[in-house]
T-cell receptor, first 113, second 114 residues
Framework: AQKITQTQPGMFVQEKEAVTLDCTYD???????LFWYKQPSSGEMIFLIY??????QNATEGRYSLNFQKARKSANLVISASQLGDSAMYFC??????????FGSGTRLLVRP | EAGVVQSPRYKIIEKKQPVAFWCNPI?????LYWYRQNLGQGPELLIR????????DSQLPKDRFSAERLKGVDSTLKIQPAELGDSAVYLC????????????FGQGTRLTVV
């Protein structure tokens, strides 16, 4: 099965510091997209950032950036200047030609004051 | 603009009972997804609609699950009869089109089967 691997079940970060959440993926499709979603305790999945497989530059959205290393098949999420409200589950997902998202098992991030 | 709306937020039923979940996608979004999220895991696709057509239902347990999206707008997911293992969060998502990069999710329905 072509899957998404998030090796960090839980992470701690000090408020105002940066944190990197790891994601590796497996695919045989030449064209695909990589997504990161945030899921707070309320349950909704909040879209954070997207990277296309043909994008030359790493995606950035405010405090979120995606460290895309295509040859290594990794798409790590970097959150800069962590805030208490960043505490949540974070899911990496891959979309491909079948137009469905395949999610990893998630990383729980806890921001310490 | 209203987001994806799901109801109910929570549902507790006894096993072997039927249950239905409702989803209203973002206006104008042609693609609608139903995902199931088990505790401690990421969501898994159950079914994807393009307008009113179910184009990917390979992961839907068809013996007990059914879904419909009449008129290509809102959608209903049904389980009959429910089993203990169906306890999960059922998430609905929509996107502008199948090639669109971003899917918007609702808050989900947390189902507990006792």
């Amino acid at each position: 099965a072509q899957k998404i691997t998030q090796t960090q079940p839980g992470m701690f970060v000090q408020e105002k510091e940066a944190v990197t959440l790891d994601c590796t993926y497996d695919t045989s499709d030449p064209s695909y997209g990589l997504f990161w979603y945030k899921q707070p305790s309320s349950g909704e999945m909040i879209f954070l950032i997207y990277q296309g497989s043909y994008d030359q530059q790493n995606a950035t959205e405010g405090r979120y950036s995606l460290n895309f290393q295509k040859a290594r098949k990794s798409a790590n999420l970097v959150i800069s200047a962590s805030q208490l409200g960043d505490s949540a589950m974070y899911f990496c997902a891959r979309g491909d030609s079948s137009y469905k998202l395949i999610f990893g098992s998630g990383t729980r991030l806890l921001v310490r004051p | 603009e209203a987001g994806v709306v799901q109801s109910p937020r929570y549902k507790i039923i006894e096993k072997k009972q039927p249950v239905a979940f409702w989803c209203n996608p973002i206006s104008g979004h042609n693609t609608l997804y139903w995902y199931r999220q088990n505790l401690g895991q990421g969501p898994e696709l159950l079914i994807r609609y393009e307008n009113e057509e179910a184009v990917d239902d390979s992961q839907l347990p068809k013996d007990r699950f059914s879904a419909e999206r009449l008129k290509g707008v809102d959608s209903t997911l049904k389980i009959q009869p429910a089993e203990l293992g169906d306890s999960a969060v059922y998430l609905c998502a929509s996107s502008l089109s199948r090639g669109n990069t971003e899917a918007f999710f609702g808050q989900g329905t947390r189902l507990t089967v006792v």
